[in-house]
């Protein structure tokens, strides 16, 4: 089945512009896991967020579950007034990913990403995410899968599993398969995150989205810092349509603003402020969230000052939000004093 243009992703593109209305790649955050949930999609769009988002990666099969489908409910809720991101999902059965893709559009979805990049030992036992390089017919089945529920469809993976020259023949099958945009994680599976992002490929790759599927949009992924990085990269490799980015986003939250700025710390005190406010709502009337994951956030917002370390520390010891706001009131005085020192 072949898509016809998305008018989804048509107005993404004609939506991102230079603030002198000039055209721009579109920028993306990365679907990650166990961060890219409903609290911090909002905590980035209030930094000064990208062009769109994505969901956590979903397991299809539980999607379509009558009793798994409870458990992930919470990676695809999205909240009033937020903008709408794009569902990731993966898995290994056509009929999962058919029956999951066509429950989106319902709960106010209008894309779907395929995920054939995710490194994870599990969910390659499963032979889903980039154990998909190893096996072309199954990708080619779920991404035709995926086309049944009428949504444009991307797909996002890696250069290869092993090896990096395995990347010409695995992206010319993905490019075949008339996908709207196809992004691509610039490292293989066994690289993980190890090896530096391979940026000298990207004209390779461009050269064979233009032979093979000139229509389809090219999104690079890795290593790419903010929004500055991301410009320079597009400039640099002509035809690249769309940045995204994803551990940039952990070290600094205020990555996709468009003009570089010292933020100040009662600034990011405020966004740390601003999740906690966050993580309260979902998790009293959404799903259940485990606190542990919210201390991963901490040295996001508070570093880069004399004693940053020592309040971290003293956060990670804190077991619920209302220990975390007391901590933070306690240090108020050393907090504006701290910050007059950076200045």
């Not at 390089?133 to 290869?160: F, M, N, Q, Y």
């Not at 700025?261 to 259940?288: F, G, M, R």
Request: glycine share 6%; hydrophobic share 40%; net charge negative.
């Amino acid at each position: 089945m072949r898509q016809a243009k998305s008018a989804y992703w048509q107005k993404v593109v004609d939506s991102a512009k230079n603030s002198d209305g000039t055209p721009r790649p579109f920028f993306s955050m990365a679907p990650m896991e166990a961060v890219t949930d409903t609290i911090f999609r909002r905590v980035v769009a209030k930094a000064g967020g990208p062009d769109i988002y994505y969901t956590e990666f979903t397991n299809a099969a539980s999607m379509v579950h009558p009793e798994a489908k409870f458990s992930v409910q919470g990676r695809l809720a999205v909240a009033d007034g937020e903008e709408m991101p794009i569902a990731q999902i993966w898995g290994s059965k056509p009929e999962a990913i058919a029956g999951a893709a066509k429950l989106l559009p319902d709960l106010g979805y209008e894309a779907v990403d395929l995920n054939m990049g995710c490194p994870d030992g599990t969910v390659i036992k499963n032979s889903a995410g980039s154990d998909l390089i190893r096996h072309h017919d199954t990708a080619i089945a779920l991404i035709e899968a995926a086309k049944e529920s009428g949504l444009p469809v991307s797909v996002k993976t890696r250069l290869g599993f092993y090896r990096i020259d395995e990347y010409e023949e695995w992206l010319t099958t993905i490019l075949e398969q008339d996908i709207q945009v196809l992004t691509i994680h610039l490292r293989t599976r066994k690289e993980m995150s190890k090896a530096d992002a391979h940026f000298e490929l990207i004209d390779d790759i461009v050269a064979l989205r233009d032979k093979y599927a000139p229509n389809t949009l090219l999104q690079i992924n890795g290593d790419i810092k903010n929004f500055k990085h991301g410009l320079e990269l597009a400039a640099a490799h002509p035809g690249v349509d769309g940045i995204m980015i994803g551990r940039g986003v952990l070290e600094d939250p205020y990555a996709f603003n468009h003009e570089e700025k010292k933020h100040s710390l009662s600034e990011s005190i405020d966004l740390l402020k601003y999740q906690l406010d966050l993580y309260d709502e979902v998790n009293n009337s959404v799903t259940p969230k485990h606190f542990e994951a919210l201390k991963r956030y901490f040295k996001i917002y508070l570093r880069g000052f004399a004693h940053a370390a020592k309040l971290r520390q003293a956060l990670m010891e804190t077991h619920a939000t209302d220990e975390v706001r007391a901590l933070l009131a306690e240090h108020e005085d050393d907090l504006v004093r701290w910050e007059k020192e950076q200045r």
